[in-house]
């Protein structure tokens, strides 16, 4: 079947301009994250969407990132304003809303986004 | 909070050597660990898993035991390959808020 699947695959834009990022789970994974990966570094949590509850918003950086899940399905993130310290690869992972943290995450290949 | 602290790289190994990353967590729960390797220039894909105590997970010749006591999950391989060559990323997941919480990574090269 359809692995997780992201839109751009790179994405090269300037300084102060919006983007937007999107990320196709796989079918019937009601759990979504973002994560950012800057080189070199770990994942950098964003936001969490599980079923129809309202998200966990805790990890985005600033007020400029932004996320939704339209259908519990495809979500878009988007990123204001854009800074030379956005660049990084945003990943995306779509996990089974099981019973508790028991299922896997799957990740797409990621979105590498340069702000010149 | 849950946080994951992995062993800092990078590691470089001669083929066939044993290979050991540590791994302890921190979580005020009994959440799943998880091992994810990222090959280069690809995405993250999961390794093995471990959903409870002294559960042993493993793949690809790669272990890994959940050990409660200790609270750790150390990974494992008895003689690495060249194709090994990779990020390894230790996780964990909070099972009462389905949160995930990685380690900063830690790349393994081999040489011939």
């Known amino acids: 079947g359809a692995g997780v699947s992201q839109s751009p695959s790179n994405k090269v834009t300037e300084k102060g301009k919006d983007v937007e990022l999107r990320c196709d789970p796989i079918?019937?994974?009601?759990?979504l994250y973002w994560y950012r990966q800057s080189l070199g570094q770990g994942l950098e949590f964003l936001i969490y969407f599980q079923g129809n509850s309202a998200p966990d918003k805790s990890g985005l950086p600033s007020d400029r990132f932004s996320a939704e899940r339209t259908g519990g399905s495809v979500s878009t993130l988007t990123i204001q304003r854009t800074q030379q310290e956005d660049s990084a690869v945003y990943l995306c992972?779509?996990?089974?809303?099981?019973?508790?943290?028991?299922?896997?995450?799957?990740f797409g290949p990621g979105t590498r986004l340069t702000v010149t | 909070g849950d946080s994951v602290t992995q062993m800092e790289g990078p590691v470089t190994l001669s083929e066939e050597a044993c290979l050991t990353i540590?791994?302890?967590?921190?979580?005020?729960?009994?959440?799943?660990l998880f091992w994810y390797v990222q090959y280069p220039g690809e995405g993250l894909q999961l390794l093995l898993k471990a959903t409870k105590a002294d559960d042993k997970g493993s793949n690809k010749g790669f272990e890994a035991t959940y050990r409660k006591e200790t609270t750790s999950f150390h990974l494992e391989k008895g003689s690495v390959q060249v194709s090994d060559s990779a990020v390894y990323f230790c996780a964990l997941s909070d099972k009462r808020s389905n949160q995930f919480y990685f380690g900063t990574g830690t790349s393994l090269t081999v040489i011939p």
């Open positions: 540590n791994c302890t967590y921190t979580a005020t729960g009994y959440p799943s």
């Open positions: 992972a779509s996990s089974l809303m099981g019973t508790g943290g028991l299922y896997e995450q799957y």
């Open positions: 079918s019937g994974h009601t759990a």
